[in-house]
């Protein structure tokens, strides 16, 4: 396994940062403030949030960052809200569960372009709304064809068209992602149930990951996110729909703040045909085993060797 | 709350019931127990007015606790008359009002047959099937199993399953039809939807629907922009003249 692969905690135990350096970081800052901050933990985190300046913690590695450190992030990203965004939001770090992996399907008999699925994920992921963006595209193909790239985004006739299929794309959750091999700073990675995710206060914006992934499945945020204050989704989490800053990249976690707590994914949850199959790949009794058992699945662009947590079927 | 029975067949002379078929309406009476009121999981179809035929059928149910999983029940279909009640609610009237009166019609259904004296409006495309095949010539009030039990209509979906077998097999793995609530069954409840909020029974095809969301491609907000911009030149512009007509 190369570096980029670690498991969360061998990193957390090595302590070294050195790899993992970023905008000049300075390694003594992060030793003092940990310190600094445990002095701190009997205080309540909002009297923290004011003596402390938070970039300094940000110049730590997501999986470096103390549980302590953690909290004073997340009150710190909380407080940002309130004050840029007039919202009041509850940021949480969700860890991934021990014995899941998560897996996905879609069947494309059933699936009939509405793109109810990429509103739901607009909404829930707090994107930015001028720009209507979403991690969720819906291609329209022709009958018999595979071919991504004649698939058109852009139709507004009433759906499903007789003559064409419909082919959302999102993050395939990849085992092999070329998008994590790509990132000079390893402000992305995957973690133990599968979920390929970006720590946004780390990601510095080069863009790489993007020309990386054959799904077109990440999004850069060219502009600081606009979003009215009661629109905004106050569940959030810092792997995942925390509003992000401007400049930085973002990509479908399979909503990681409601299924790592056991919830459905909202694209699921939003589905008005049942097109869509999630749940743990490594329970055998499982509605996502089901399917890979039960159906012919495939995935998509298998030739480039991604391996894909995202699996495509028709009924037959 | 209803008027008594007596004052039916008045109604029904002078034909002026309102038919149920293909309406929303049912969904918003009292007659529903189950209906909007109950909070919860919201039923199918949260934006109606996109939708090219609306039914409106599929229930409110609140999400289970954790391990259980609920199927939602089908609607059970009543018939409004135009009288109402002294809360001003339609009065209803059962199927078996009328069809307990006349013997079954066996002929209707068959070669898209519907019923020409009633319930206009009908759409039928589900085969060559006769009505009676689905309910129940006993007892209009029920549904009918292929052995000539009785299913009740909160419970369709054991009869849909009978012709449709591999959609209820995918269905009861849990790969048709849909889902609300926790994939991890230890973590929370879960609400199935049942096969009418999206098969109209009588013509099951699923409906067309206007794709929402549409992507704001580069193009389209530069031309949306300049039209904006346009508009306000022009408000500016009318808003301008009429400043002077007023001095």
């Known amino acids: 396994m190369s570096e980029l692969h670690r498991e969360p905690e061998t990193v957390e135990e090595s302590g070294d940062s050195g790899g993992l350096s970023r905008r000049g970081m300075l390694k003594v800052v992060g030793a003092t403030l940990g310190a600094a901050a445990f002095a701190k933990a009997i205080a309540p985190l909002t009297t923290w949030a004011k003596d402390i300046s938070v970039d300094e913690f940000l110049q730590k590695h997501y999986r470096e960052l103390s549980p302590v450190d953690m909290q004073f992030i997340l009150a710190h990203f909380e407080q940002e809200a309130k004050k840029t965004y007039g919202a009041d939001v509850h940021i949480r770090d969700h860890k991934p569960q021990e014995g899941v992996k998560f897996g996905y399907a879609l069947n494309l008999s059933v699936c009939i372009g509405c793109r109810r699925c990429a509103e739901a994920c607009h909404k829930e992921n707090n994107h930015d709304r001028p720009s209507g963006n979403s991690y969720i595209r819906v291609l329209e193909m022709r009958k018999g064809s595979l071919d991504l790239g004649q698939g058109n985004v852009n139709y507004t006739h009433p759906v499903p068209d007789p003559d064409h299929f419909y082919m959302p794309v999102q993050c395939h959750q990849c085992d092999a992602p070329p998008c994590v091999d790509v990132c000079p700073v390893e402000a992305t990675w995957k973690e133990k149930d599968g979920i390929v995710v970006v720590d946004y206060s780390w990601c510095i914006g080069c863009r790489y990951c993007e020309a990386a992934c054959p799904y077109h499945a990440r999004r850069f945020n060219w502009k600081k996110p606009q979003i009215p204050a009661e629109e905004i989704n106050p569940d959030q989490g810092y792997l995942s729909n925390r509003i992000r800053p401007q400049g930085v990249m973002e990509k479908c976690t399979f909503c990681l703040h409601r299924t790592r707590d056991g919830r459905l994914p909202a694209c699921l949850e939003a589905c008005p045909t049942g097109a869509r199959v999630f749940g743990n790949l490594l329970d055998p009794k499982s509605e996502i085993r089901w399917v890979l058992q039960n159906k012919r699945v495939f995935v998509l662009k298998e030739d480039v060797g991604t391996k894909p947590s995202f699996f495509y079927f028709f009924d037959v | ?247």
Not at chain 2, 74 to 89: I, N, W
Not at chain 2, 98 to 104: G, S
């Open chain 2, 1 to 247: 709350m209803t008027r008594p029975r007596s004052s039916l067949p008045a109604v029904f002379a002078v034909c002026v019931l309102l038919i149920s078929v293909g309406g929303g309406a049912l969904s918003g009476t009292t007659n529903d127990p189950l209906s909007p009121a109950s909070a919860g999981v919201p039923a199918r179809a949260p934006d109606p007015a996109a939708i090219t035929i609306t039914r409106g059928t599929a229930v409110n149910v609140p999400l289970p606790p954790a391990g259980q999983v609920l199927v939602r029940p089908s609607r059970t279909p009543v018939v409004l008359s135009s009288e109402l009640t002294y809360t001003g609610e339609p009065v209803t009237v059962t199927c078996g009002t009328c069809h307990t009166t006349r013997p079954a019609n066996l002929q209707n259904g068959q070669e898209g047959r519907v019923p020409a004296e009633f319930h206009q409006g009908l759409q039928y495309r589900h085969g060559a099937q006769s009505c009676v095949s689905c309910h129940n010539a006993a007892n209009f009030d029920t549904l009918r199993r292929a052995d000539g039990r009785a299913i009740a209509f909160p419970e369709a979906k054991e009869l849909c399953s009978q012709c449709h077998g591999p959609q209820a097999r995918d269905y009861a793995a849990g790969a048709h039809g849909g889902m609300q609530g926790s994939w991890d069954l230890s973590k929370g409840g879960r609400v199935r939807n049942t096969c009418t909020d999206c098969h109209d029974p009588h013509s099951p095809k699923f409906v067309q629907l206007r794709p929402v969301f549409a992507p704001v491609d580069k193009g389209a907000r530069e031309q949306a922009a300049r039209a904006a911009a346009h508009a306000a030149h022009s408000a500016e512009h009318g808003a301008a003249q009429e400043d002077k007509s007023h001095e």
